[in-house]
C-alpha cells in the first residue's frame, strides 16, 4: 500500500485546510482508510483523529477534531481528504495516512485502532503549522 499525503502548510488560527490521502495504482474500494498526526520531537504517539469505511461511506472523529473535521472520498475512490475548520495551534503536527482492506463489517473507529498497530507503510506524512 503506497499513500501519499499533501495539503499541509502554515495557516493562522481560525483557518482551514483540506489534507489529502492519495492512493498510488489502486482504489480505497473496501478499504478503510484514517488519519493521524504526531508532534515530531515530543515522544507523543501518533494519534488517530479520523477514518472513513469507504465500503460504507461510516465515518469516525475523535474528540480533538468532532464538530470541525470531514473526511470524505472522491467520486474515484483513490484520494481520501480531510477538511479541518477553526485550526488550533495545538493541531500543529505531521499528519499521515493509513489504510487497509477490511471491507464494510468493521467500524471505522476499529479499523483507527487497527491501522495504529498493525499498518507499516507509513509515509512522509505532511506538515500541518498552525499559527496563533
Known amino acids: 500500500v503506497l499513500l501519499v499525503e499533501s495539503g499541509g502548510g502554515l495557516v493562522q488560527a481560525g483557518g482551514s485546510l483540506t489534507l489529502s490521502c492519495a492512493a498510488s495504482?489502486?482504489?480505497?474500494?473496501?478499504?478503510?482508510v484514517a488519519w493521524y498526526r504526531q508532534v515530531p520531537g515530543t515522544g507523543t504517539e501518533r494519534e488517530g483523529i479520523?477514518?472513513?469505511?469507504?465500503?460504507?461511506?461510516?465515518?469516525y472523529y475523535s474528540a480533538s477534531v468532532t464538530g470541525r473535521a470531514i473526511i470524505s472520498t472522491n467520486s474515484a475512490k483513490n484520494t481520501v481528504y480531510l477538511q479541518i475548520d477553526s485550526l488550533k495551534p495545538e493541531d500543529t503536527a505531521v499528519y499521515y495516512c493509513?489504510?487497509?482492506?477490511?471491507?464494510?463489517?468493521?467500524?471505522?473507529?476499529?479499523?483507527?485502532?487497527?491501522?495504529?498497530?498493525?499498518?507499516?507503510?507509513w509515509g512522509q506524512g505532511t506538515q500541518v503549522t498552525v499559527s496563533s
Open positions: 493509513a489504510a487497509a482492506y477490511y471491507g464494510p463489517g468493521i467500524t471505522p473507529d476499529q479499523a483507527m485502532l487497527n491501522l495504529k498497530a498493525h499498518f507499516d507503510s
Open positions: 495504482g489502486f482504489s480505497f474500494d473496501d478499504y478503510s
Open positions: 479520523s477514518c472513513i469505511n469507504v465500503s460504507n461511506g461510516e465515518t
